[in-house]
């Protein structure tokens, strides 16, 4: 499966699963292994030693990856889930656009 429709930066929206209906910005994108990490999904809390770095130590809450036939992309014009279709511009350059008809765009992170 090809990850074109979901980039690093575009506002999802988890279609299944323990998250479902929860909408979060991609902070990863992970192809080889179909994988998306989600802001605020999959929150996961890791117990860490003192170092150098992080005198303190502790607990820390972190996201982790989620499946990426769980989410789909937002609709810019309804902000529902949608699916993606790719238009190939006379240049060459290919847009990606929602079933809407409006074009996604992904903000940089």
Do not use: F
Request: aromatic residues 0%; proline residues 5%.
């Amino acid at each position: 499966m090809t990850l074109a429709r979901i980039r690093k930066g575009d506002q999802v929206m988890v279609i299944s699963g323990k998250y479902k209906g929860k909408t979060g910005r991609v902070l990863a994108v992970d192809p080889g292994h179909d994988r998306v990490v989600v802001e605020g999904v999959n929150k996961q809390k890791r117990h860490t030693k003192p170092s150098t770095t992080n005198r303190e130590g502790g607990i820390v809450e972190r996201e982790h990856p989620i499946h990426a036939c769980k989410v789909m992309p937002v609709d810019p014009e309804t902000g529902k889930g949608t699916r993606v279709r790719v238009r190939v511009e006379s240049d060459g350059s290919k847009t990606r656009l929602a079933k809407s008809g409006k074009v996604i765009k992904h903000e940089a992170v």
